[in-house]
């Protein structure tokens, strides 16, 4: 298994443009995260789906942010407009309940 | 939410000492992860543990449920374990499946 795939590895965008990032889980996982860090705030959760539903959103800073789950191996988190206070690294991880967490390799944003 | 709490936040250590991570949580829980990341790299999962102690190499992890407390051992320190290690808790206790996270521990080892 390749682990848990996200793209783009690397994002550079100007202030106000949309911003997709993208996430494949692990094959058989039925949890999926999204999570941001930040050097100010360290690891912070955004979005949590189980079988595909999202179960707890409570962590989307603002309207700005939106995720989508449409299948079992796929999944976006869109910014738009994208603010240079996004500028973070974006990791996604996959789980099976709350066992073999794996996480992504990450997307560094950088909002200019 | 689970407040989670590491000491130290940084550490520098001589290659060769042994080096132990300290976590403490505010929540029952019933497992909990400690994660590495190296500068500018992803997240890797050392272990998982709800009970006891568990061994992988030169590093040990060991949790008192009933104290919420678990720490992090290396033995043996070598300049490769330089990297931020995390310790992460279910977001709201015992059945969550979400995690929420300590501040992390830079670990530098000098040669």
């Known amino acids: 298994d390749a682990g848990v795939i996200q793209s783009p590895r690397h994002e550079v965008t100007e202030m106000g443009q949309e911003v997709t990032l993208r996430c494949k889980p692990i094959s058989g996982h039925n949890s999926l995260f999204w999570y941001r860090q930040t050097m100010m705030r360290g690891l912070e959760l955004l979005i949590y789906?189980?079988?595909?539903?999202?179960?707890?959103d409570s962590g989307m800073p603002e309207d700005r942010f939106s995720a989508k789950m449409p299948n079992a191996s796929f999944s976006t988190l869109k910014i738009q407009p994208s603010e240079p206070r996004d500028s973070a690294v974006y990791f996604c991880?996959?789980?099976?309940?709350?066992?073999?967490?794996?996480f992504g390799s990450g997307t560094r944003l950088t909002v200019v | 939410k689970n407040e989670v709490e590491q000491s130290p936040q940084n550490l520098t250590a001589q290659e060769g000492e042994f080096i132990t991570i300290n976590c403490s949580y505010s929540v029952g829980i019933s497992a909990l992860h400690w994660l590495q990341q190296h500068p500018g790299g992803g997240i890797v999962s050392l272990f998982m543990?709800?009970?006891g102690k568990k061994k992988h190499g030169r590093l040990i992890a060991t949790i008192n449920i009933q104290e919420k407390h678990s720490s992090l051992h290396i033995t043996a320190s070598h300049p490769r374990d330089s990297a931020v290690y995390i310790c992460?808790?279910?977001?709201?206790?015992?059945?969550?499946?979400?995690?929420?996270f300590g501040k992390g521990t830079k670990l530098s080892v000098i040669p």
């Open positions: 543990l709800s009970s």
């Open positions: 991880a996959s789980s099976l309940d709350f066992y073999g967490y794996t």
């Open positions: 789906f189980n079988n595909n539903v999202p179960i707890d």
């Open positions: 992460a808790v279910p977001y709201s206790g015992a059945g969550s499946y979400q995690l929420t």
